[in-house]
């Protein structure tokens, strides 16, 4: 596989000679997390990233987290849930993202990682917006309940010993519900790793720009664990000016690597001081998205279903390039590899990087709606015994999600 550097680029800004990231008692050479994306970062997605982040990178270029799983189905054993955070040999650190909203289930599910040797870094998610999530109480709305956000944290702390819990949040519900700062200061107190900030609320949903002022305060105001950054890196230069503007100790990247997981040799590269960047053409990328159907197969031990589950990439592997609407709808129905191949085989491999086409917003970003919580949630900060007898059912029917 030929993919194209640039090293004729100018150098990005004032980027740093090398900026490392330290997690409790992890140390990435690359201060760049992949965000934890339902259905697409799997093993097959993560080990592509890490490919492209070695490139610049003394060791995998950041922490690659899992899809996020919920503790209840952990503990209940469920098999799909244990499957999704079983890592492959080449995957070190071994990063996993929990959802719970139960602090009993919530720490006995980080035992059971540990009895099992299963992760080497625990994240907390309480950013999720999808209103599956929040309209039970969990996801991005949950710490405005701060005792029950402080039981979760605390509990998974303990019972992850030396092994370091992260926090990811959102800003808060809405504008007039901000969370972010008790629950980054709550964190720090208890004993978490490092809090990363979404600078959206739950209502913003993906919608609108994030508010990296919001990532500065946090910054300021968490001076003893990492604050990390999330929200609008779309390139290397994206993120080297949110770690400038805001001062955080690295980011978090999401949507801007979907279909490009070449993002993360920029990033590694960027970091580094580097003006290396990746510009594929089409026959690179036709190469690329080849290589994650190969890992797809791998990881589900079924060709039919990795093909499938790549299905859902190709437009955001082709977007900008000179790849038709017919085509591309062949490719989202494709059945084998051979059917891949034979596809692949019609297009202009020759077709040159378009350029910014390529570059800037991707993946969902809908519209603000008012979140969906349980009645009375933003009523008081306090758990009332009826939302308490409630809780568990903001586990039920999510996972990976």
């Known amino acids: 596989m030929t993919v194209l550097d640039s090293p004729s680029l100018p150098p990005a800004g004032a980027a740093p000679a090398r900026r490392s990231l330290t997690i409790g008692r992890i140390t990435v050479d690359t201060p760049v997390v992949l965000a934890p994306m339902a259905g697409i970062t799997n093993m097959a997605f993560r080990l592509l990233c890490r490919e492209f982040g070695a490139r610049h990178s003394a060791d995998d270029g950041g922490l690659f987290v899992s899809e996020m799983v919920t503790t209840r189905a952990l503990v209940e054993d469920h098999r799909e849930s244990w499957r999704l955070v079983t890592m492959g040999e080449r995957e070190s650190p071994r990063s996993i993202q929990l959802y719970g909203v139960d602090p009993a289930t919530v720490r006995r599910?980080?035992?059971m990682l540990l009895e099992r040797d299963r992760a080497d870094h625990i994240d907390l998610n309480f950013g999720c917006p999808v209103p599956k999530v929040t309209r039970r109480g969990g996801g991005g709305i949950l710490p405005w309940k701060t005792e029950l956000f402080t039981q979760i944290v605390r509990g998974a702390v303990e019972a992850a010993g030396d092994v370091p819990v992260t926090v990811k949040t959102r800003m808060g519900i809405d504008g007039e519900?901000?969370?972010?700062?008790?629950a980054g200061l709550i964190a720090q107190e208890v004993g978490a790793a490092a809090i990363a900030l979404h600078g959206r609320t739950v209502d913003q949903q993906y919608s609108g720009q994030a508010d990296w002022e919001a990532i500065a305060d946090l910054k300021r105001l968490v001076t003893g664990i990492p604050v990390l950054g999330n929200g609008d890196i779309w390139s290397a230069e994206d993120a080297l000016r949110m770690v400038e503007e805001t001062g955080c100790d690295g980011v978090v990247v999401g949507r801007g690597c979907q279909g490009r997981p070449w993002l993360f040799a920029d990033l590694a590269a960027g970091f580094a001081g580097l003006p290396d960047r990746v510009r594929p053409s089409l026959g690179d990328v036709a190469a690329i998205l080849r290589r994650h159907a190969e890992l797809l197969v791998e990881?589900?031990?079924?060709?039919?279903?990795g093909v499938r589950d790549l299905r859902k990439h190709v437009a955001w592997y082709f977007k900008g390039y000179p790849v038709g609407g017919e085509m591309r709808h062949r490719l989202a129905t494709m059945e084998s590899l051979a059917d891949l191949d034979a596809k692949l085989a019609e297009l202009d491999l020759t077709s040159p990087y378009p350029?910014?086409?390529?570059?800037?917003?991707?993946?969902?970003?809908?519209?603000p709606r008012r979140p969906a919580c349980p009645e009375g949630w933003m009523d008081t900060r306090d758990i009332t015994p009826d939302i308490a007898s409630r809780l568990h059912e903001a586990e039920l029917a999510v996972s990976g999600g």
């Open 355 to 367: 350029g910014a086409a390529v570059e800037g917003p991707r993946g969902r970003s809908g519209s």
């Open 177 to 182: 519900h901000l969370t972010y700062r008790d």
């Open 109 to 111: 599910s980080v035992e």
């Open 299 to 305: 990881f589900y031990e079924d060709e039919g279903r």
